[in-house]
């Protein structure tokens, strides 16, 4: 890392190589996407079905170039899935059935993260309410870039 960079690491990927993230709720799914270091939300997918939704972000990943989805999975305290887990994971293996390497993440208290930063943004209500999901698919990506050094 250089000042020249910002200081950015890049979790070892090439600098243009992208990386979409899914924060995959019962309702909706949050999408955020890493491209040159700098992780930014992208969209929230109102859910349909397995099959609807990964039609919906295999369309996201081939519009931007994506080479790698990872998928958050929201794990109980004790370390055991919860039902929203076993439906990421679905999702995750739709994904990857469709051409698109997956990796998993931890997630558990992304949601909580989500909405404390939209709030010490002033974002509240509707506006917070539209924006959670992809929030929270930021920090999973934000994460799994930490956890790759």
């Known amino acids: 890392m250089s000042e020249a960079d910002g ?7 090439p600098p243009a190589e992208v990386v979409l993230a899914l924060d995959v709720g019962t309702k909706t799914i949050g999408v955020a996407v890493a491209e040159r270091g ?23 990943c081939r519009l931007r170039k994506v080479v790698r989805v990872v998928v958050g999975l929201p794990y109980e305290l004790d370390g055991s899935e919860t039902r929203s887990a ?44 539209s924006a959670v999901d992809q929030v929270a698919a930021v920090v999973i990506l934000e994460e799994w870039l930490r956890s790759r050094g």
Do not use: H, M, N
Request: glycine content about 10%; hydrophobic content about 45%; aromatic content about 6%.
């Open 38 to 60: 700098i992780v930014l939300p992208v969209c929230t997918i109102a859910r349909a079905s397995v099959a609807k939704d990964c039609v919906r972000v295999a369309e996201i």
């Open 7 to 13: 200081g950015i690491k890049s979790a070892g990927l």
């Open 86 to 129: 076993r439906l990421a994971r679905q999702i995750g293996t739709a994904v990857a059935e469709a051409g698109w390497p997956v990796d998993y993440q931890d997630e558990r208290f992304s949601t909580v993260e989500a909405i404390d930063r939209l709030g010490a943004a002033g974002v509240y209500g509707q506006r917070r309410k």
